[in-house]
């Protein structure tokens, strides 16, 4: 059976990099939290290189503004199809009843 994989929210990793940043190890804070070393160290890095907008989380990058309208146009294709296929088994249902 796959384990599943811990997420840490935004808040928690800049208290560790904020750990860090104090003179703590990277290992201490590791250890101290429970955590792999290899974590802190990656946040820290990701801090370091990039303080606005780190550890967006979920794949949430910094988009294009033409990259989140074709986001939005391809949920609202979905969306619309979905509505469509509903639509379609209600005209069937309610065509049965006559």
Do not use: C, H
Request: cysteine-free.
């Amino acid at each position: 059976m796959k384990k599943k994989r811990k997420r840490y929210d935004k808040a928690f990793k800049l208290m560790v990099v904020e750990l860090v940043l104090a003179g703590k190890s990277p290992k201490t804070v590791s250890k101290d939290l429970e955590i792999k070393a290899d974590y802190v160290r990656r946040w820290v890095k990701e801090y370091k290189g990039q303080k606005e907008g780190v550890f967006s989380g979920n794949g949430n990058r910094n988009l294009t503004e033409m990259e989140k309208k074709v986001l939005a146009l391809e949920k609202e294709l979905k969306d619309s199809k979905l509505e469509n296929e509903i639509l379609k088994k209600a005209v069937g249902i309610f065509s049965k009843r006559n």
